[in-house]
Antibody
Framework: QVQLQESGPGLVKPSETLSLTCTVS????????WSWIRQPPGKGLEWIGS???????IYNPSLKSRATISVDTSKNQFSLKLTSVTAADTAVYYC????????????????WGQGTLVTVSS | DIVMTQSPDSLAVSLGERATINCKSS????????????LAWYQKKPGQPPKLLIY???TRESGVPDRFSGSGSGTDFTLTISSLQAEDVAVYYC?????????FGGGTKVEIK
């Protein structure tokens, strides 16, 4: 049974870089699509971006190139960096898996991490 | 971007009664070459991640009780809980993965009347 676990700082200062890691167990990260999704308090879900084929990445244009997803196959982990954060980036951040996808987007998310709350505040 | 609009925002249903949630996409999410609707439904409880219930608009995920069903095609979709149980209290989200960026509906909160 695949499991995902997010880790990283819970507090980030405005204008700095948010960094999170998702550790995958019970399956290899070299297959499928691996995504970051966030949910601001009291708001809906927003797809940030995805990794597939052990290195290809696709992103939501709404993040305006602030997001970067990378992979460490030796540790079965993938990571998110989000630069120049503001209070609007305060959210619960989830990592998730999709079995299928295309060159432009992942399909439905069948496994999710528990989520980690990141607060942007000075 | 495809906008997903859910209705109602919330509903209260008696135990054992039917709950119906609607989701409308701003453009069709039906892929004609394979006749699949690129639409999924999730259940989200407080403090938990979303749980996949339905994919391809009507295929139930393994382990999901059969009181949950999905229907619809093109731009109009429905999630039905045939007999509401106490453990079904949650927020439900629809999700289109037809085109990038994938987007979610605003959610429908289901409560017990």
């Amino acid at each position: 049974q695949v499991q995902l676990q997010e880790s990283g700082p819970g507090l980030v200062k405005p204008s700095e870089t948010l960094s999170l890691t998702c550790t995958v167990s019970g399956g290899s990260i070299t297959t499928y699509y691996w995504s970051w999704i966030r949910q601001p308090p009291g708001k809906g879900l927003e797809w940030i971006g995805s990794l597939y084929n052990s290195g290809s990445t696709i992103y939501n244009p709404s993040l305006k190139s602030r997001a970067t997803i990378s992979v460490d196959t030796s540790k079965n982990q993938f990571s998110l960096k989000l630069t120049s954060v503001t209070a609007a980036d305060t959210a619960v951040y989830y990592c998730a898996r999709s079995v299928y996808g295309s060159r432009t987007n992942p399909y439905y998310f069948d496994h999710w991490g528990q989520g980690t709350l990141v607060t942007v505040s000075s | 971007d495809i906008v997903m609009t859910q209705s109602p925002d919330s509903l209260a249903v008696s135990l054992g009664e039917r709950a119906t949630i609607n989701c409308k996409s701003s453009q069709s999410v039906l892929y004609s070459s394979n006749n699949k609707n690129y639409l999924a439904w999730y259940q989200k409880k407080p403090g938990q991640p979303p749980k996949l219930l339905i994919y391809w608009a009507s295929t139930r995920e393994s382990g999901v009780p059969d009181r949950f069903s999905g229907s619809g095609s093109g731009t109009d979709f429905t999630l039905t809980i045939s007999s509401l149980q106490a453990e079904d209290v949650a927020v439900y989200y629809c999700h289109q993965h037809y085109s990038s960026p994938v987007t979610f509906g605003g959610g429908t909160k289901v409560e017990i009347k």
